[in-house]
């Protein structure tokens, strides 16, 4: 089946720096790439649209510029959360819809840990 | 706004039990329903996804109905085993994703 890659898995940074996590669909092209946060025991929540080569579609309350998004290619991804604080500490989910827009795959996500 | 609803929040069983767990949602303009299991710490394991044309939807041991006019899911774990605790979500594909709020499943040996 189709893979969706992550990219660090867990990371672990100092607050006021800024970190980049990668998502890869490695079998598919994907036109729309989601990115998802989850809280300790609660569930996923939408953070962004992207499609390749536009701007992202953020969800209400979602800091566009400290949740920097770019979709460059039709394969990749990436989330960068810039001056990072400890309440961004979280699981961040990434998910690729394929070009038929019928499928959608999820990512094994990445751990952020902000000190 | 869609919004989808697990019930029980969370769910102890002795090994061997079936169980239900029920989803709903709100809207019942959707694509698909999809189960996902999520194990602690770990990302999402795809189970059973349900078209919206379909009504149900078997893989071993699971199975998930929907009901789509009613809004409601539900995913039948048959003769449960340890190996079964994990968190379950439901979630319901329009535009995007809508994610229920999860069952945590515990199967006591």
């Known amino acids: 089946g189709a893979v969706v890659s992550q990219h660090p898995s867990w990371v672990i940074c100092k607050s006021g720096t800024s970190v980049k996590i990668e998502c890869r669909s490695l079998?598919?092209?994907?036109?729309?790439m989601f990115w998802y946060r989850q809280f300790p025991k609660q569930s996923l929540m939408l953070m962004a649209t992207?499609?390749?080569?536009?701007?992202?579609?953020?969800e209400q309350g979602v800091e566009k510029d400290k949740f920097l998004i770019n979709h460059a290619s039709l394969t990749l991804s990436t989330l960068t959360v810039t001056s990072a604080h400890p309440e961004d500490s979280s699981f961040y989910i990434c998910?690729?819809?394929?070009?038929?827009?019928?499928?959608?795959?999820f990512g094994p996500g990445t751990r952020l840990t902000v000190t | 706004k869609q919004e989808v609803t697990q019930i029980p929040a969370a769910l102890s069983v002795p090994e061997g039990e079936n169980l239900v767990l029920n989803c709903s949602f709100t809207?019942?303009?959707?694509?698909?329903l999809q189960w996902f299991r999520q194990d602690p710490g770990k990302g999402l394991t795809s189970l059973l996804l349900?078209?919206?044309?379909?009504r149900e939807q078997t893989s071993g041991r699971l199975n998930a109905s929907l009901d789509k006019s009613s809004g409601r899911s539900t995913l039948y774990i048959a003769a449960s085993q340890p190996g079964d605790s994990a968190t379950y979500l439901c979630?319901?594909?329009?535009?995007?994703?809508?994610f229920g709020t999860g069952t945590s499943l515990t199967v006591i040996p």
């Open positions: 998910s690729a819809r394929d070009l038929t827009g019928r499928e959608q795959y």
């Open positions: 079998d598919f092209q994907a036109t729309t």
């Open positions: 992207s499609n390749e080569g536009s701007k992202a579609t953020y």
């Open positions: 809207d019942s303009a959707i694509y698909n």
């Open positions: 349900i078209q919206s044309s379909q």
């Open positions: 979630a319901v594909r329009g535009n995007q994703f809508y």
